[in-house]
């Protein structure tokens, strides 16, 4: 893969091609926005593709340290998560191999951290750009990369969504097929072209205010900044200049810089000195600067998605703010609080523009409270199951398709055709008809020689919940319902039992007559009972 390295991407631009020359020049395409050093009162006006508004919310986390410290933990969360495939081994393998080296051999969770770092700073989202070998929607995926949001510019029009802008300043105009963006807050209104209002929008006062407390303690410890103007009467400025200038050379000679102490001037005047003060900045009355950052630290956590306590650990501890109850509400509901919304838009998007039809990307989480929550929850449905088998509202058999609906048991120790595919299909899964991950689909079902194992003389023994599966497989069989090739099949599979064995209880390739199916009908019912009454 490496051999088509950004051969066919809008990216190639943004790369040096060469090792010679030692200027790199770059055309800033939002007005030098990387020089802000300080945050404006207010931001620019909510619009949309408004850079200047953007590259503001870019820099926030170079600002105010606790709120870099909020997007550093939100993204580490996720990046820290697996990921895996689900489908055939070969291109399991291809995909594998993509995500390792995807975004210029940076790696998916490199790729990962610029991504996320650009959904919670920029109101224009995270912009994702598909390689492919070809310029059309079927052409192979080479790769896909990071786009800065910055460079990003939306056109409203959802065939060619946007324009990317290198940093030669080229624009390279892309299809729908070749990039797609995850936003956080999308906007409803028309116009906007599905911008939406990021993490640091929604969190900026606080972060102005959190970096604006830090920068006056800063100044009233080392001195920087005037923070108030004194008017003295009874000495004259040339007295004034002299002893500071004076004062200031012997601390220098003496290797002091800061904490430099009172300075003294003595005045030969019999004259009384007055001095009036007028304060130019300050903190306002009755100010409780642990309060503040206790307010901050939560509008951060609740901006970005995060438990407050993964922020501040003292926060829960002490019960600031009623932070400790909250907590717990917080983790039970995780899946639609904070990350969950970006997780899914991008498998989503991934699923349906990247992966071959016959390959599901997902993530993974291996954190041993989620398996602890994940095993509690499926024994609550196995008890569920069992309760509703005891009373006869369902069978044993059914009991199983639940399972497996639910992911309880693998759909491989399924004993019949899986009768609910269409339902299980979740809006992450892609509806295919091939074997994936091992899971062989009703219509590939191959025929396995049983015979050796399974003597046809000898005579088979089945438990009461096979007989029962058996007998409606025969019944969905004979109704016409189920293939009758595939239940050769299946049924040599599933119990070891031979071909003319399987024939023999499926009977002759065609429908069967009423009396035949009330017959049938009648020999299942019975089945059933005797089952009922051996699981009671």
Not at 30 to 45: C, K, S
């Amino acid at each position: 893969m490496a051999d088509t390295f950004f051969k066919h991407s809008v990216v190639a631009g943004d790369v040096a091609e060469s090792k010679s020359g030692i200027v790199w020049f770059m055309i800033p395409s939002y007005g030098g926005a990387y020089l802000i050093q300080n945050l404006p009162p207010e931001l620019p006006a909510y619009t949309p593709n408004n850079k200047q508004r953007d590259a503001i919310l870019a820099i926030t986390p170079h600002v105010e340290g606790l709120w870099a410290d909020a997007i550093d933990i939100s993204i580490s969360k996720i990046v820290t998560k697996g990921y895996e495939f689900t489908g055939p081994q070969r291109q399991i393998d291809r995909m594998q191999e993509m995500f390792d080296e995807c975004d210029g051999m940076n790696g998916f969770f490199q790729f990962m951290a610029r991504h996320l770092r650009d959904h919670k700073t920029t109101d224009n989202g995270a912009w994702v750009e598909i390689e492919r070998a070809g310029d059309k929607p079927g052409a192979e995926v080479i790769s896909f990369h990071h786009l800065d949001s910055l460079r990003v510019w939306r056109t409203g029009n959802p065939k060619t969504p946007i324009y990317y802008e290198d940093i030669k300043g080229v624009y390279h105009e892309l299809q729908w097929y070749q990039c797609f963006n995850v936003v956080d807050m999308a906007n409803p209104r028309a116009g906007f072209f599905n911008s939406g209002y990021c993490a640091a929008s929604r969190a900026y006062k606080h972060i102005r205010k959190l970096a604006a407390m830090d920068t006056y303690f800063d100044e009233k410890i080392t001195g920087g900044g005037h923070t108030a103007i004194e008017f003295i009467q009874g000495v004259t400025y040339e007295q004034l200049k002299d002893a500071a200038e004076a004062a200031e050379s012997q601390a220098r000679d003496k290797r002091v810089l800061f904490y430099k102490g009172k300075l003294i001037i003595p005045v030969l005047s019999d004259l009384e000195i007055k001095t009036a003060s007028i304060d130019l900045k300050g903190m306002p009355d009755g100010f409780d600067r642990e309060k503040e950052f206790r307010i901050a630290a939560l509008n951060y956590a609740k901006a970005v998605g995060l438990p407050p306590h993964d922020l501040d650990p003292s926060l829960t501890a002490r019960g600031a703010l009623g932070v400790g109850a909250a907590t717990q509400v917080i983790e039970e509901n995780q899946a639609g609080y904070g990350e969950g919304d970006w997780e899914k838009q991008f498998v989503k998007a991934i699923n349906r523009l990247l992966t071959p039809d016959s390959v599901t990307f997902s993530f993974v989480v291996d954190d041993v409270r989620d398996q602890q929550a994940r095993a509690n929850v499926s024994s609550t449905r196995t008890g569920t199951r069992s309760a509703q088998i005891t009373s006869g509202e369902i069978t044993i058999q059914e009991s199983r398709q639940i399972a497996v609906d639910a992911n309880d048991i693998p759909r491989e120790l399924l004993a019949t055709q899986d009768v609910t595919t269409d339902e299980s299909l979740s809006d992450e899964e892609k509806p295919v008809n091939e074997t994936i991950s091992g899971v062989v689909r009703p219509a590939q079902v191959t025929p396995v020689a049983a015979a050796q194992t399974v003597p046809e003389e000898s005579k088979v023994n089945l438990s009461p919940s096979q007989t029962q599966a058996l007998l409606d497989t025969v019944a969905r069989v004979q109704s016409g319902e189920l293939d009758y090739e595939w239940a050769i099949n299946a049924l040599q599979a599933i119990y070891g039992l031979t071909e003319d064995q399987v024939k023999a209880v499926l009977g002759p390739p065609k429908v069967a007559t009423a009396s035949a199916m009330t017959a049938l009908t009648k020999e299942i019912h019975a089945a059933r009972e005797d089952l009922n009454r051996v699981t009671s």
